[in-house]
Nanobody, 121 residues
């Protein structure tokens, strides 16, 4: 069984910073992409940033220059450094991984439980 566990959310003032972490654990054969999505109240879940196993990244325009995604392949962990936070960044942030379980050649999407990020003005 595979689990994604996030940490690092919380309350911060506008202009502040937070660092999210997400560790994938369990019976993992390999991980392709890892990343972060977010969902604000009344809005659809949106992609924030993705990173491949080779380190290629893709960030949403709304966070370019402010958020940085990174990854520790040896620890199956992905990070999101969020700087210059704005009230509109307030949302539940979800960790994502596209991986295949050990012993399987079929890859699937996996999600964390979500962590709340609240930015006050």
């Amino acid at each position: 069984q595979v689990q994604l566990v996030e940490s690092g959310g919380g309350l911060v003032q506008a202009g502040g910073s937070l660092r999210l972490s997400c560790a994938a654990s369990g019976s993992i054969g390999g991980i392709n992409a890892m990343g972060w999505y977010r969902q604000a109240p009344g809005k659809q879940r949106e992609l924030i940033a993705l990173i491949t196993s080779g380190g290629v990244t893709n960030n949403a325009d709304s966070v370019k220059g402010r958020f940085t995604i990174s990854r520790d392949n040896a620890k199956n962990t992905v990070f999101l450094q969020m700087n210059s936070l704005r009230p509109e960044d307030t949302a539940v942030y979800y960790c994502y991984a596209h991986l295949w379980p050990r012993g399987s050649y079929v890859s699937s999407d996996y999600w964390g439980q979500g962590t709340q990020v609240t930015v006050s003005s």
